[in-house]
């Protein structure tokens, strides 16, 4: 009995050590650790009109004059083509 108490204590004592000392850290485990940590998922973009970041495979991307715009919605697109027309640009 007492022999399966230190094998149990030794095990134990063992997977510590090695949660300590893993290079993941203690509480990752190696099929939860990938090398794309500190990767950039997104890019943030600036809207043209209200002047707002916001991740660009969010907004809406439009072609004005040749160049490619990115908004955060909608209405802000809607806003800025219509100072554009104003404006005769």
Not at 77 to 85: A, G, H, Q
Request: aromatic fraction near 12%.
């Amino acid at each position: 009995m007492r022999f399966i108490i230190l094998c149990i204590l030794v095990y134990l004592g063992y997977r510590l050590l090695r949660g300590w000392t893993s290079p993941e850290g203690p509480n990752l485990r190696r099929s939860e650790y990938t090398n794309d940590v500190g990767k950039i998922d997104d890019v943030m973009v600036k809207d043209p009109f209200c002047q707002t970041y916001f991740p660009k495979r969010k907004g809406i991307k439009e072609m004005i004059h040749g160049t490619e715009y990115h908004f955060c919605s909608k209405a802000c697109r809607d806003k800025f083509m219509e100072k554009i027309r104003r404006d005769g640009n």
